[in-house]
């Protein structure tokens, strides 16, 4: 499943509306990029250890947190590099958010390590691969520039677009017509 996700990434990356990809694309969307590329792969290469049979999970969970919690320092340098404006802050709270989901993804391996029969890190890693499936398609979403449609980022965003129409300063003088008493 992740395998077509990742071709429909790189697809949304290239009929992007910005004009430039990489290191010239806008802040916000090279860590939507980076998100949704390091979790869908991490999904990925998770499921398929956990469908080979007798094969080590937790030595593939341990590398890929590894992996993961570089990506996200590696994101965290480059959004303090790049400080963003105040609306795009709020977009950077993923980046302890996956840090702290590697980190639980390195424990659940270093504990498959030591007791690879114990079901409960195996149900955690199962747990992380819908999380992180999750985040990357949303991050996806993000990144076509498709709308947010969460009540919260609607009900936002309708009010935001209010008050841009509202008149700064007096209110304007409603014309009756013709006849018309003065007020």
């Not at 806008?26 to 990029?33: D, E, M, S, V």
């Not at 080979?52 to 994101?75: C, E, F, K, M, Y």
């Not at 709020?90 to 029969?117: K, R």
């Not at 992380?128 to 965003?157: D, E, H, K, Y």
């Amino acid at each position: 499943m992740s395998g077509p996700l990742i071709g429909l990434l790189f697809v949304a990356i290239s009929v992007s509306p910005h004009k430039h990809v990489g290191a010239r694309a806008p802040l916000a969307f090279q860590i939507q990029a980076g998100v949704a590329f390091t979790t869908l792969i991490n999904a990925l290469v998770i499921a398929i250890v956990a469908l080979l049979p007798g094969r080590d999970l937790g030595t593939a969970a341990v590398i890929l947190s590894g992996a993961g919690i570089n990506s996200a320092i590696g994101l965290s340098v480059l959004s303090l590099h790049d400080w963003p404006g105040r609306r795009q802050r709020w977009s950077l709270v993923i980046i302890p958010v996956l840090g702290l989901l590697y980190a639980l993804q390195l424990e659940s391996g270093i504990d498959l390590w030591h007791h690879p029969g114990n079901p409960g890190p195996v149900h955690l890693e199962a747990l992380l691969v819908i999380i992180l499936f999750m985040i990357a398609i949303a991050r996806a979403w993000q990144m076509i520039g498709a709308r947010n449609t969460r009540t919260l980022a609607v009900v936002s965003g309708l009010l935001r677009e209010r008050r841009r129409e509202e008149p700064a300063g007096l209110p304007e003088r409603v014309d009756d017509g013709p006849g018309a008493a003065p007020s």
